[in-house]
């Protein structure tokens, strides 16, 4: 299989955990704590299967971005990107890159959190 050349040129991207932000005594209060990044990312098609097999699970698809790839990243972390914030809805490692690479598939949110 062919491996594919990637060049990570479409923006910044910074991923973070939802934690608890509010000093200690005080009601909690979630909002975003940096836990990798910045990373370059390359721009993906969402897809139209994607689209509509996110559909059918009640997930809107607004993004999918390639980044270098990076342990710990889950589904229930939050991508920042230079328009917004994005809950990342699937990490996906694919095989055919030349350089080791996640795919993240994300839904914009409706309300930003906080950033420490």
């Known amino acids: 299989m062919k491996q594919q050349t990637q060049t990570f ?3 910044v991207v910074n ?5 608890n932000i509010a000093p200690s005594g005080s ?6 704590t940096l836990k990798v990044g910045p990373l370059r990312y390359q721009e993906r098609t969402v897809g139209i299967t994607r689209f509509w ?3 059918q699970a009640q ?3 607004d993004r999918l971005v390639r980044t270098a790839r990076t342990g710990g990243v889950t589904s229930r972390d939050v991508a920042v990107l230079a328009d917004g914030q994005y809950t990342i809805l699937q990490v996906q490692y694919p ?7 996640m795919d993240l598939t994300l839904e914009r949110l409706e309300a930003a959190y906080d950033i420490t």
């Open 95 to 101: 095989k055919d890159t030349d350089v080791p690479a």
């Open 59 to 61: 997930a809107r698809i």
């Open 27 to 32: 009601t909690p209060k979630k909002g975003l």
């Open 53 to 55: 097999t996110g559909r």
């Open 15 to 19: 991923l973070y955990s939802v934690s």
């Open 9 to 11: 040129n479409d923006g």
